[in-house]
């Protein structure tokens, strides 16, 4: 609960007025990266445009996992602390990097996302969570 707890506060890190996404991925009881939904490096910080989000924001999990890959560590066996369950694209990415273990504290309307990661044997689980 702890890390959930740690992903919501990162959450607040993010510009995005919909909806704010933290994530934090722990290996051997270490947090080894961070994220949280927004835009690319270099570009404004304005998520939405007339109540929509613009296409090029990045979700929470992405950015997390693309933090590893620029730091040269790996995220094989590690575990995925997210605010929001990850959506089919962000799961996709999780397979492939190695995640084995993803904990979500908010449901989202779509399932096919969690539905993929435990079609890949990943553990999943939802662990309720509401921000103060």
């Given at each position: 609960?702890?890390?959930?707890?740690m992903a919501?506060?990162?959450?607040?890190?993010?510009?995005?007025?919909?909806?704010?996404?933290?994530?934090?991925?722990?290996?051997?009881?270490?947090?080894?990266?961070?994220?949280?939904?927004?835009?690319?490096?270099?570009?404004?910080?304005?998520?939405?445009?007339?109540?929509?989000?613009?296409?090029?924001?990045?979700?929470?999990?992405?950015?997390?996992?693309?933090?590893?890959?620029?730091?040269?560590?790996?995220?094989?066996?590690?575990?995925?602390?997210?605010?929001?369950?990850?959506?089919?694209?962000?799961?996709?990415?999780?397979?492939?990097?190695?995640?084995?273990?993803?904990?979500?504290?908010?449901?989202?309307?779509?399932?096919?996302?969690?539905?993929?990661?435990?079609?890949?044997?990943i553990?999943?689980?939802?662990?309720?969570?509401?921000?103060?």
């Amino acid at each position: 609960m702890r890390y959930l707890r740690m992903a919501a506060i990162w959450s607040e890190n993010s510009y995005c007025k919909r909806r704010q996404v933290g994530a934090l991925i722990v290996k051997d009881k270490m947090i080894i990266s961070d994220g949280y939904n927004g835009t690319p490096s270099g570009f404004e910080n304005v998520c939405e445009e007339d109540n929509v989000t613009k296409p090029y924001v990045l979700h929470a999990e992405a950015n997390a996992i693309t933090k590893i890959a620029r730091s040269g560590n790996n995220s094989n066996g590690s575990t995925l602390y997210v605010t929001d369950s990850p959506c089919i694209e962000c799961s996709k990415l999780i397979i492939q990097s190695g995640i084995k273990r993803v904990i979500y504290a908010r449901e989202y309307r779509l399932t096919d996302g969690v539905d993929l990661l435990r079609r890949a044997g990943i553990d999943v689980v939802f662990l309720p969570y509401k921000q103060e």
